[in-house]
């Protein structure tokens, strides 16, 4: 059974650091694009970063450009989002997915999700 299990959500000040982590089991995702969704209240789900297979090549949202870095351990099965410079509109519920490419990301056509954690930025 395919897990995708996210980690290190929690409640920081604006302008504070948070890392994610999304470690998968059931199966290796070398060769899979993985990336991360976030979903406010109210808000549809959106796009937030990907990184491909190699860990060569990623692509983030421009609501975050400069500011989340997305990253990967193929050993560990596992990617993470370094975010910093919180705002309180990064406020979400951040989900971790799976997908074959960058491209099939950004457009939603994953082919797993995880639960989601949770990451609150006060003002």
């Known amino acids: 059974q395919v897990q995708l299990i996210e980690s290190g959500g929690g409640l920081v000040q604006a302008g504070g650091s948070l890392r994610l982590s999304c470690a998968a089991s059931g199966r290796t995702f070398s060769s899979r694009a993985m990336g991360w969704f976030r979903q406010a209240p109210g808000n549809e789900r959106e796009f937030v970063a990907a990184?491909?297979?190699?860990?060569?090549?990623?692509h983030v949202a421009d609501s975050v450009k400069g500011r989340f870095t997305i990253s990967r351990d193929s050993a560990k099965n596992t990617i993470y989002l370094q975010m910093g410079s919180l705002k309180p509109e990064d406020t979400a519920v951040y989900y971790c997915a799976v997908g074959w490419t960058i491209a099939t990301l950004v457009q939603h056509e994953n082919d797993y999700w995880g639960k989601g954690t949770q990451v609150t930025v006060s003002s």
């Open positions: 990184i491909n297979w190699s860990g060569g090549s990623t």
